[in-house]
């Protein structure tokens, strides 16, 4: 496994980091510590606030309704399709309070899973930032650092506010991209010039056009919750290495960004795929 200067894992990987099975997680520490420096971002902090935590608060809520353990997991998995990522992270914290347990009963299993999401709800976002290493500026998203405010334990949490264009006074996000926008630009021209784009690269390139046409008006836009991949590759782009779990929007950027790209499978017995910026042009 060569060894690199600094490494970027997006959102994606640090969920899986928490909450995929153990050989998915031995992957990703491998990798992890081959090198000097791990780096993340606010917006992936972001992310993982608005992924996780509403999840979180949803299955303490089934627990409370449902009463089992066991009742819940068969909800969740009869999630239909739709919600496939909502399924994933909910089976992931189920499968995180089962794993750690040995030979109980459901009753007992219950009140785990309540114990283990209540202090995910409370003290996930200050253990999450512990875990991130090094940790840009970059946007310096507002909405990472509001706690979840806990109304009464293990029964009432306040939502998980996902859109800055409600914290508009509060976001300093027209900064960043401002200082940007030569970058965004040149990003912009890129994904013009692709034939297939997928929905959320069109609704970056959309993004980009409004932005550059009018810096000012971005916050209605919710950029964080609507083009986190933009904002995420931005943020990372001075970083040598990108490390991602989700193939097809990151390849693009890092070929654009000159990155190394490492794609991590979803399937523990496959390998890591690495795309060298020195081995260009890639097969994307």
């Known amino acids: 496994m060569p060894t690199g200067t600094a490494i970027f894992p997006d959102t994606s990987i640090h969920?899986?980091?928490?909450l995929r099975e153990p050989e998915i997680k031995k992957i990703i520490e491998q990798r992890l510590a081959s090198y000097n420096l791990v780096v993340s971002s606010s917006v992936v902090?972001?992310?993982?606030k608005r992924r996780v935590l509403p999840e979180a608060i949803y299955l303490i809520n089934q627990l409370n309704l449902r009463g089992s353990y066991q009742r819940v997991r068969r909800h969740v998995d009869s999630l239909p399709e739709e919600w496939k990522r909502?399924?994933?992270?909910?089976?992931?914290m189920l499968n995180e309070i089962f794993e750690t347990v040995d030979k109980v009963d459901d009753s007992e299993l219950t009140e785990r899973a309540k114990r283990y999401l209540h202090t995910l709800i409370k003290h996930g976002i200050t253990y999450f930032k512990r875990k991130l290493g090094h940790i840009t500026t970059g946007t310096d998203c507002y909405l990472s650092k509001?706690?979840?405010k806990v109304k009464k334990p293990y029964q009432k949490y306040d939502s998980i506010e996902k859109?800055?264009?409600?914290?508009?006074?509060?976001?300093p996000i027209a900064s960043f991209l401002k200082e940007k926008?030569?970058?965004?630009k040149q990003i912009l021209k890129y994904l013009s010039a692709l034939q297939d784009r997928t929905k959320e690269l069109e609704s970056t390139l959309e993004f980009l056009r409004e932005f550059i046409d009018n810096p000012d008006g971005i916050h209605g836009k919710n950029p964080c919750y609507c083009v986190g991949d933009l904002l995420i590759a931005l943020e990372s782009s001075n970083i040598p290495d990108f490390y991602t779990m989700n193939y097809?929007?990151?390849?693009?950027?890092?070929?654009?960004?000159?990155q190394n790209l490492i794609v991590l499978p979803h399937n523990p017995d496959k390998s890591e795929r690495i795309f060298s910026k020195n081995s260009k042009p890639w097969n994307l």
Do not use: M, T
């Open 86 to 92: 909502k399924r994933q992270i909910c089976v992931g």
């Open 163 to 171: 859109k800055c264009s409600k914290v508009y006074p509060l976001c």
């Open 15 to 18: 969920i899986a980091r928490l």
């Open 146 to 148: 509001l706690p979840v």
């Open 248 to 258: 097809k929007e990151s390849k693009f950027f890092c070929d654009v960004l000159d």
């Open 181 to 184: 926008i030569e970058l965004c």
């Open 45 to 48: 902090v972001q992310e993982f």
